[in-house]
């Protein structure tokens, strides 16, 4: 029973084989044409030049010798999706000159467009036999070539072997929600909060891949940048700012953040520094010390220094040392002394020494102290001459060492 559907070599393929099977020019394969036999089926003979009806035509993608068979060729060709809106009922394979090589009778087929619903490529590949002296080869049109789905199976990178490289672009790691219209490639970290088809995959990396989305967990150390520049490193499966906080660079506790220039803008040391003008201070009771000349002041924070109280704010918080020194001339065997006080508590006090002849006498208190925002610290003094006795020589400051 004859092959109702079938290839052949045509008068013109074998002439031209033989010949170069016997040394002459290879035979170059440049050509696949399709036809729609005029509307009605072919019976395609070696004596065939042409198609009958010639509908499309595209460069071959690939000429090879069957790996199965020496005396073969295989001949592939791709048409793709926007090509089509006719029936397929003749191949034809043409070389350099122009010449049909073979005729191949396929199942009839109607070809259907991209807007008819044709979605993906099709691929042909065609047995030739040749003889095993022919020399075939193939001429690539560069501008129309198309890659074979082995050369891209072989190429392409998937996702998970780009989670191990260093960095990983993605568009958020914050939206809750697929994206209605994303682009092809365009990768997401799943949050917490994540909803509908994202819902199950939580903590980890969503892929758009054209059709659906590609999840992937990640491993620890699995870097990923984001379009305004922040990156981030995963670290105990979440991932995690590798710029420190503010609160991380005053702690001084973390060895895996690197410092911005804003936060290291607001490292800087914090002080004031303050001497009086003069003060009377009563007799027997602790005084704070609000006489003062203008007071040096470089806050980094939110602190205040008014009326001889400092005020911790936001951004100070740390390890303070704080000092108060005091002298007075004349006290003779009354004395005086100074204290800081913390939140109204004592901090440290410093009863004070006179000279030999009496006539001198000074004291100086200071500690090195732990402040949190709200803290307030007063510098007070208290003398015992049994009178309101005017100082005229006392200084009191206050430094930020770094974290507490």
């Known amino acids: 029973m004859a092959q109702a559907y079938f290839s052949l070599v045509t008068n013109t393929g074998k002439i031209k084989l033989a010949q170069s099977a016997a040394g002459g020019d290879p035979v170059v394969i440049t050509h696949f044409a399709i036809g729609d036999g ?72 109607y070809k259907p467009t ?5 979605l993906e490529d099709i691929r042909y590949e065609f047995q030739i036999i040749i003889g095993e ?19 891209v199976e072989t190429r392409k ?21 697929a994206p209605g219209n994303p682009l092809l490639g365009d990768t997401y970290v799943v949050p917490s909060n994540a909803t509908g088809i994202w819902a199950a995959n939580v903590g980890k990396l969503a892929e758009w891949t054209g059709s659906g989305w590609n999840y992937i967990s990640p491993p620890d150390g699995h870097g990923i940048g984001l379009p305004d520049g922040r990156i981030f490193v995963r670290i105990a499966g979440v991932y995690t700012s590798l710029a420190a906080t503010q609160s991380e660079v ?9 410092v911005t220039p804003e936060t290291l803008a607001k490292e800087r040391p914090s002080y004031m ?24 002041t470089n806050f980094r924070g939110a602190s205040t220094f008014s009326g001889g109280v400092l005020t911790i704010g936001a951004g100070d ?18 004395g005086q002394a100074t204290r800081i006080t913390l939140n109204n508590l004592p901090l440290c006090s410093d009863g004070g020494q006179t000279n030999n002849d009496l006539s001198y006498g000074r004291s100086a208190s200071s500690a090195v102290v732990p402040l949190v925002v709200g803290d307030v610290v007063r510098f007070q003094l208290i003398q015992t001459t049994g009178s309101p006795r005017t100082f005229d020589e006392y200084t009191l400051s206050a430094a930020r060492l770094g974290a507490a």
């Open 38 to 109: 005029n509307g009605a089926e072919t019976n395609p003979t070696a004596a065939s030049t042409a198609l009958v009806r010639e509908v499309w035509r595209t460069a071959v993608e690939s000429v090879v010798t069957d790996p199965d068979n020496p005396s073969a060729i295989l001949v592939t060709a791709i048409i793709p999706t926007n090509a089509g809106g006719w029936w397929m009922r003749e191949f034809g394979i043409f070389d350099q000159a122009g010449s049909m090589i073979a005729v191949a009778k396929p199942v009839s087929q």
């Open 114 to 118: 991209a807007l008819e619903g044709q």
């Open 133 to 151: 002296n022919a020399n075939v080869t193939l001429l690539v049109d560069p501008s129309i070539v198309f890659a074979t789905r082995a050369w």
């Open 157 to 177: 990178v998937p996702m998970s072997q780009l989670t191990r490289l260093p960095w990983l672009p993605v568009a958020s790691m914050t939206l809750s929600s």
């Open 250 to 258: 005053n702690s001084g506790q973390v060895n895996n953040r690197f």
């Open 273 to 296: 520094s303050a001497r009086s003008g003069s003060q009377s201070i009563p007799a027997d009771v602790w005084t704070t010390l609000s006489s003062y000349s203008a007071a040096p």
């Open 317 to 334: 918080e740390g390890l303070w040392i704080v000092t108060l020194s005091a002298a007075e001339l004349g006290l003779g065997t009354f």
